[in-house]
């Protein structure tokens, strides 16, 4: 299996336009079209990952957190991203970073992954994402809608929220006439022709542009289709920054802190007072997610975990709800267990490990 089929899959779930502007998620290190036999997975990457990489016989790491953000203008060891590009040149050893996109997926994302460890219901984006849909419409003769429906939909069109195969119709006569190098489906080149035909409305994610137009082009029969793509301002249901669900009953605060602690593995826990003197309500970010904030308290949580909380957004709270920060690295370290799960789910005869090395660089003294 090549690198390219591996980094297709993980795209499956995380797709790169969903990325920040800010990241730089994909293929970092490495060859697309080299072979690969078995892939290491991390939260990061370091040059003692490598090394782990090395002595496991992976050529390929696939981490959350991509090693490289900014551009490298020398690659002389002077750091240690620099050394750890370095060796994994040397040992022809590829990495792939699955950052933010991954971070903006509601379904099998970083942060469905936490909702799955503190066992909330009811979830939903916690700050939704626009300008990530796009409405086809396009013109096809009666006869062969039914076909051209089922070839957009196969393709990843006509999805909204938990409903698929989603469309639009409505008949009309179109009109046309080719010259004399056309091959026409219906009619005669250099006459006028009239054809009924039904106008086909279907949503698609900006993501599933290309593989959707290419099945339009395949199904419809004739030689030149007419189609329109606009791009909807509409919030994709499933696409966005953090989480909000429900824990299926009220906990106590203090019970509260000792299920995320115990869930989450966090050696401690950050938190402000609140009002409330119960939880229900819960929002979540992998990562620094103190932007969040606002769009916590605007859900109604009761609480909100995430980490990297500065001391003055702790205040940002106003005693509306309690803010949990567990640490970075112990909001995402279970993506490790997430990816792993995907991809021996898509392709079981993949060999993927998980990663010995602890890469978090905060310790704690008890």
């Not at 469905?112 to 700050?127: E, M």
């Not at 953090?242 to 605060?253: A, N, Q, R, T």
């Not at 060999?351 to 905060?362: C, G, L, M």
Request: glycine share 8%; aromatic share 8%.
């Amino acid at each position: 299996m090549k690198i390219a089929d591996i980094a297709a899959i993980l795209e499956e779930l995380a797709p790169p336009s969903l990325q920040e502007s800010y990241d730089n998620s994909g293929l970092l290190v490495g060859n697309p079209t080299a072979e690969v036999s078995k892939a290491l997975i991390s939260l990061d990457v370091t040059e003692e990952v490598i090394d782990e990489a090395i002595h496991e016989k992976a050529n390929l790491v696939i981490a959350h957190h991509p090693i490289v953000f900014k551009g490298l203008k020398r690659l002389n060891g002077a750091n240690y991203v620099e050394r750890t590009v370095i060796k994994a040149i040397q040992n022809n050893i590829a990495i792939y970073a699955i950052h933010t996109n991954l971070d903006n997926v509601l379904a099998g994302g970083v942060n469905g992954k936490i909702a799955d460890r503190l066992q909330l219901i009811n979830r939903t984006i916690l700050q939704p994402k626009s300008s990530n849909l796009f409405k086809l419409v396009t013109f096809v003769p009666v006869a062969a809608t039914e076909v051209v429906l089922n070839a957009l939909f196969d393709a990843g069109a006509g999805k909204i929220g938990a409903y698929d195969r989603c469309s639009f119709r409505n008949e009309g006569m179109g009109t046309f006439r080719g010259d004399d190098t056309t091959q026409p489906h219906v009619g005669v080149p250099g006459e006028n022709h009239a054809e009924p035909e039904h106008r086909i409305e279907v949503i698609l994610p900006n993501w599933k542009k290309r593989s959707v137009l290419s099945a339009l082009m395949q199904a419809h029969p004739y030689e030149e289709v007419a189609y329109d793509v606009y791009p909807l301002e509409n919030h994709h249901p499933g696409v966005g920054s953090g989480l909000v669900g429900e824990l299926d009953k009220l906990m106590s605060k203090d019970d509260f802190l000792h299920h995320v602690k115990t869930q989450m593995k966090a050696s401690v826990i950050r938190f402000t007072e609140s009002s409330e003197n119960y939880i229900k309500r819960v929002a979540v970010c992998g990562g620094s997610g103190s932007f969040l904030i606002g769009a916590a308290k605007a859900a109604g949580a009761d609480a909100y975990i995430t980490g990297d909380v500065k001391y003055h957004e702790f205040f940002d709270a106003e005693n509306q709800l309690m803010i949990c920060d567990i640490g970075h690295y112990e909001s995402e370290q279970f993506t490790i267990e997430l990816l792993g799960e995907f991809l021996s789910e898509k392709i079981p005869t993949f060999a993927v490990i998980f990663t010995k090395t602890d890469t978090n660089p905060i310790k704690y003294f008890h």
